[in-house]
Nanobody
Framework: VQLVESGGDLVQAGGSLRLSCAVS????????MGWFRQAPGKERDFVAR????????YYADSVKGRFTISRDNAKNTVYLQMNVLKPEDTAVYYC?????????????????WGQGTQVTVSS
């Protein structure tokens, strides 16, 4: 299974970005999808998760109301729309896939990972 993220960039505080993650090698609709982020010197933190059908979504408190996770099962792609970006959102953002239906925010339970895309928010 391959996951390829795109869309990371340098943006000013208050701006927006949309990250994409294209998935191949497995039936996309059989996977729950998540986004995580890792800032320098910190652990990889949960950002958002979306169920296989897109019917349920989950967010970290730090991004709730600003970020939106969505998926297009016809395009095998998951998105993360990020609005009102803050300098503390600066991190490498990773797309992850989970073959289990049990909802988890713990990185080690996700089965497949992308290489990450850098998001930098300047103040």
């Amino acid at each position: 299974v391959q996951l390829v993220e795109s869309g990371g960039d340098l943006v000013q505080a208050g701006g927006s970005l949309r990250l994409s993650c294209a998935v191949s090698g497995r039936t996309f609709s059989s996977l729950a999808m998540g986004w995580f982020r890792q800032a320098p010197g910190k652990e990889r933190d949960f950002v958002a998760r979306i169920a296989r059908t897109g019917g349920s979504t989950y967010y970290a408190d730090s991004v709730k109301g600003r970020f939106t996770i969505s998926r297009d099962n016809a395009k095998n792609t998951v998105y993360l729309q990020m609005n009102v970006l803050k300098p503390e959102d600066t991190a490498v953002y990773y797309c992850a896939a989970d073959s289990d239906v049990i909802v988890t925010r713990t990185a080690r339970y996700y089965d497949y990972w992308g290489q990450g895309t850098q998001v930098t928010v300047s103040s």
